[in-house]
């Protein structure tokens, strides 16, 4: 039973410290394993499933005028990041000065010029 004066007192701060000791130990460790990791180039994150290859293909089957669902459905991923990203870069090539503009007097053009364009082969 537990006596919080005299020798209970005392049992209590030696444990107190000990596990004090302890939970430090295991921080430094801690630390010491995610500083090795990072100099080897990892950080602890998941791999993405939305590789540029992946955006390749979803750009070639959206060209296809497949739906959303149907091809985050075939990459394997969810909904969000195809559709964020199909506002953004899907109906146009890449935005860099060294791919040419998919659009043409403000309408898309054929799904032939931009898989062309894009480097794409549409099956």
């Known amino acids: 039973m537990y006596d919080p004066n005299g020798a209970g ?3 209590f701060a030696a444990l107190a410290v000990s596990a004090e000791e302890e939970r430090e130990g295991i921080r430094e460790k801690t630390l010491e394993g995610l500083d090795a990791a990072a100099r080897k180039g990892n950080h602890g994150e998941h791999p993405s499933a939305w590789t540029t290859t992946s955006q390749a293909v979803a750009r ?3 060209a296809k005028e497949e739906s959303v669902s149907a091809i985050a459905k075939a990459l ?3 909904r969000a990041p195809l559709s964020a990203h199909r506002r953004e870069r899907l109906t146009q090539a890449h935005s ?3 791919r040419p503009s998919t659009q043409r007097r403000g309408c898309l053009m054929p799904a032939r ?3 062309e364009r ?3 082969r549409i099956v």
């Open 113 to 115: 010029v931009v898989s």
């Open 60 to 62: 070639a089957r959206h």
């Open 96 to 98: 860099s000065s060294d």
């Open 76 to 78: 394997e991923i969810s």
């Open 118 to 120: 894009l480097g794409l």
């Open 9 to 11: 007192a005392i049992v």
